[in-house]
């Protein structure tokens, strides 16, 4: 516990470098950037075992807005994992620079993710309907501000 990682290349163009990092046990490992507006983590156990993805993506109308999905494997689910990589994923966007409000979003038939906004005191913003297609068919989005 306690080990500093230093990324190794600068992310170009994203204006999201947070490169001095203190892992807990569960701790995000960064993985790609991708059109110059996101950033992706592995979210890694122990030994590197890779349990999750987190990924931050920055608004392209709101610059300074920035929202955080995560995705937990299958293996790893109703161990609280979600929770973890919501929290870390808020955390990690909250030190980017010029960041002022950070996000996440959910299919309003996602419960378990409606239970994570809730577990991490996430204020829900707005329900955009038909805001997405989730598991074949579209569905309303909640909104929530972390």
Known sequence: MGSVYRLPRHI??????????TFPPLHLRARSARFGRALH?????????VVGLVSLY???ERANTVEVAFWVDPVHR???????????GAERARRLPGIGRVVMACAEEN?????IAEK???VLLQVLPDGCLYRGGLCAVHLYLL
């Open 78 to 88: 109703g161990r609280g994992m979600g929770t973890e990589l919501c929290r870390l």
């Open 41 to 49: 983590y592995e979210a890694v156990r122990g030994h590197g075992e």
């Open 120 to 122: 991490v005191g996430a």
């Open 12 to 21: 170009e163009g994203t204006g999201m470098n947070d490169w001095d990092n």
């Open 58 to 60: 920055r608004d392209r």
């Open 111 to 115: 419960a378990a993710a409606q239970r």
